[in-house]
């Protein structure tokens, strides 16, 4: 990254090509499906990705049970796309039956829309029960899979969607600035026209890199680097399963350790990802969060504030280049941190 790349020299233009490869290949996308890259953040391609694929006459069914899918609502408002919601608490999956019931409901409905790891409090949705129910009734599955992509399982062999996004510095973990979205070929070739922005146009990306392997507009040129070299990483841990293991062996820690000193987690076992973990806010008079935040911060690790509506929570994050050395180290600092806030009982209140 310290080295400055031409972003249309013959070497960059490579890399380029080649990183679009190793992307579909972890979904096992192989000729059917493409990736498009986009500058930005992980919500920069969320966006490209619903005004492209949604065409303009189209109707989406939104699958909501956290912030993520909160944002996607917000994007079709914006954007005039015409949807439906469906929302589950935050500690709840979203349930395909009921998806099946909405879609029979309502003939209008092109595309559903799900988030794969909501982020907003760690649970996992069932995605590949909702492809299947989709594929059933004749509708296009498009996925927000940002915080699971590249550590949750997802095969396109297996389970058939339409599109993806993720982005460069999740389960990945590459730095910083890009997202991507690996499409399937035959709907992306259908998609002309629909976006109503410029840069956000992932026909239109997608046609300029086919065309020369070059972005259209200044791409993260440091970034991209660092996602090939985190590819390397990636695949010498074993791809998907070497590092999705890691993670849960990381969780698994986590939420024991936490349980031992009285946490409770907001969900059951079977809901959660191992990506990251919401805990209830204690009960104990003597927990002061921006404390315990910032006793943390100084002992060298950064948690989460909560971002639930359904309780007062906080989160710790599994994911990333971590492993069981970090996360014990992080259990030994929230014991000193305890202590010296006097905190005894860190069980939730009664309203949790
Ligand atoms: C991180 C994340 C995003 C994107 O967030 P940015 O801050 O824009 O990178 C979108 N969806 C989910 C589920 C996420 O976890």
């Known amino acids: 990254m310290a080295h400055d790349w031409g972003s249309r020299d013959t070497r960059f233009i490579e890399l380029n090509r ?17 990736c498009v890259p986009l500058q930005g953040s992980g919500t920069f391609v969320v966006e490209a990705m619903l005004v492209t694929l949604i065409p303009r006459s189209g109707k989406v069914l939104l699958l909501i049970n956290g912030a993520y899918g909160k944002r996607m609502q917000a994007i079709c408002q914006i954007h005039g796309r015409a949807f439906e919601v469906l929302e589950w608490p935050e500690d709840q999956p979203i349930d395909p039956a009921a998806v099946k019931n909405a879609l029979n409901a309502d003939p209008a409905l092109t595309h559903i829309c799900a988030v794969h790891c909501e982020t907003t409090s760690g649970i996992i949705n069932p995605v590949h029960e909702l492809a299947l129910v989709a594929h059933k009734a004749g509708r296009r599955l498009i996925i927000d899979a940002m915080s699971a992509f590249g550590a949750i399982d997802l095969n396109a062999r297996q389970t058939p969607f339409d599109a993806v996004v993720a982005s460069s510095n ?5 730095s910083p600035g890009m997202g991507f979205c690996i499409v399937r070929k035959a709907s992306l070739f259908e998609c002309l026209g629909n976006a109503d922005s410029l840069v956000l146009d992932l026909h239109d990306q997608w ?7 070059q972005w259209r507009f200044t791409p993260p040129t440091h970034c991209i680097l660092a996602l090939d070299q985190a590819l390397n990483e990636f695949d010498a841990e074993g791809g998907v399963a070497g590092r999705g293991a890691r993670y849960r062996a990381n969780c698994e820690a986590l939420v024991s350790g936490m349980r031992a000193m009285g946490f409770e987690t907001l969900l059951s076992d079977t809901l959660q990802a ?41 989160r710790i994050g599994c994911i990333g280049r971590i492993g069981l050395e970090q996360i014990n180290g992080a259990l030994a600092a929230i014991r000193e941190t305890l202590q010296h806030m006097d905190v005894r009982n860190c069980g939730p209140g009664k309203d949790a």
């Open 18 to 34: 080649r990183l679009r490869q190793r992307l579909v290949e972890i979904v096992d996308g192989a000729e059917n499906y493409t």
């Open 170 to 174: 999740k389960c990945l973990e590459g």
């Open 207 to 213: 046609r300029a890199m086919e065309a020369n392997d």
């Open 274 to 314: 191992p990506i990251i973990v919401t805990f209830h806010m204690p009960e104990d008079i003597n927990f002061d969060f921006s404390t315990f935040y910032s006793m943390m911060g100084e002992k060298g690790f950064v948690i989460y504030p909560g971002k639930l509506t359904v309780a007062d929570s906080f």
